[in-house]
């Protein structure tokens, strides 16, 4: 059984600093993504990562993934108040299976 | 740029009733899928139907559930029989074919079972 695993859950940090976001994965999976989620809103996905070390940057947020150690991370830069929201990281297989999340992450950016 | 919509925002509904929830995919996808997330969890699947059929679908997913895409557009999702848990925000999303497609998610509807 696919599983997913993000740590932190909670973040809290300041303007300005860095900080990284982790997503595990248990067996092998085809893609990986980034979705963010404001409170009582929709997810809106951020990136799609398919090959092993693939980085995909946007903004102030950057994603990599590594498919041998089943990892992804989420790299926010110089956080500001906008980014604040959930982020989850889902995973599934060639073949538009469903996807499987992670419990997300959620982030609060503080002056 | 084209988007998911669902439709009501919002459903309250009493224990034991029926609900439809409905759903218009962005016009030139082929993948379809349900989720819920309770409040406060992670997003969990339902269900996917491709060429008009479920193709899977979770333990979730049981027989107080059924999906239809009654026309060209719709894709709505019926919940019979409604229990408390299942008080939920219920996700459409769709996808095109294509390996760096992701999957499109809807606002969400938001349902309450009292």
């Known amino acids: 059984e696919l599983k997913v695993e993000q740590n932190p859950l909670f973040l809290s940090m300041q303007e300005g600093k860095n900080y990284t976001i982790y997503c595990n994965y248990s067996?092998?999976?085809?893609?990986l993504y980034w979705y963010r989620q404001d409170p009582g809103k929709s997810l809106e996905s951020l990136f799609v990562l398919l090959s092993n070390g693939a980085v995909k940057q946007e903004g102030r947020l950057m994603a990599s993934l590594d498919t041998k150690a089943r990892l992804s991370t989420l790299h926010i830069t110089a956080a500001v108040h906008d980014l604040s929201a959930t982020y989850f990281c889902a995973v599934d297989m060639v073949g538009n299976t469903p996807l499987v999340f992670g419990k997300g992450t959620r982030l609060s950016v503080i002056a | 740029e084209p988007e998911v919509t669902q439709t009501p925002s919002h459903q309250v509904t009493q224990m034991g009733q029926e609900v439809i929830l409905r759903c218009v995919p962005i016009s030139n996808h082929l993948y379809f899928y349900w989720y819920r997330q309770i409040l406060g969890q992670k997003v969990e699947f339902l269900v996917s139907f491709y060429n008009n059929e479920i193709s899977e679908k979770s333990e979730i997913f049981d027989d107080q559930f059924s999906v239809e895409r009654p026309d060209g557009s719709n894709f709505t999702l019926k919940i019979r029989s409604t229990k408390l848990e299942d008080s939920a925000m219920y996700f459409c999303?769709?996808?095109?074919?294509?390996?760096?497609?992701?999957?499109?998610f809807g606002d969400g509807t938001r349902l309450s079972i009292l």
């Open positions: 067996t092998t999976s085809d893609r």
């Open positions: 999303a769709s996808s095109a074919q294509g390996l760096e497609q992701p999957q499109h």
